[in-house]
């Protein structure tokens, strides 16, 4: 099941998941997750808004692979930031609403 949490700051999401073991940047290598989105899970979504500006409004996910390997995914909320693997990530995380 998927945990919510809400921090402060981004990289306090970052810094508490790094804490739990999810050290691996998936941002780096976003095509294997659009390519092959039924070898992840969202473990965890943190969601910021900024105060002031929509631009600053992000969503980090804790994920973890098929293979054990866990790490984060950070995107924004802009249509412009939204890539293939981002679109993965929501249709997962939809997904896993539904259940």
């Known amino acids: 099941m998927t945990q919510m949490y809400h921090y402060a700051t981004v990289s306090k999401a970052l810094d508490e998941l790094n804490e739990n073991g999810f ?10 997750i659009a390519k092959n989105p039924n070898k992840y899970e969202i473990k965890h979504v943190y969601r910021y808004e900024g105060d002031t500006d929509p631009g600053d409004a992000a969503v980090v996910y804790g994920i973890q ?3 054990g390997k866990k790490g984060v995914f950070v995107t924004g909320f802009s249509a412009n930031s939204i890539t293939e693997a981002a679109q993965a990530l929501i249709q997962i995380s939809m997904k896993n609403r539904i259940k």
């Open 65 to 67: 692979s098929s293979s």
């Open 23 to 32: 050290t691996y940047d998936f941002n780096l290598h976003q095509e294997d």
